[in-house]
């Protein structure tokens, strides 16, 4: 089992809000993958998805936080 933390620049869309648990990543923007990585997820967990995403939206979004 690992031990890291995600970086400061991915925040919740929902403003005062907390999120704190395991993460169960799922790696691809494929629809099985992520399946598979909710089903894996137990109560508690968090799942993250790591699709890529656009470079020029994140840039925006950490900007603008």
Request: aromatic share 2%.
């Amino acid at each position: 089992m690992r031990n890291r933390a995600l970086t400061y620049c991915l925040r919740l869309q929902t403003p005062g809000q907390v999120l704190c648990g395991s993460a169960v990543t799922a790696l691809g923007p494929d629809v099985t993958v992520r399946r598979a990585a909710i089903d894996l997820a137990l109560p508690g967990d968090v799942v993250v998805v790591a699709a890529g995403g656009n470079a020029a939206t994140r840039n925006a979004r950490a900007s603008a936080a």
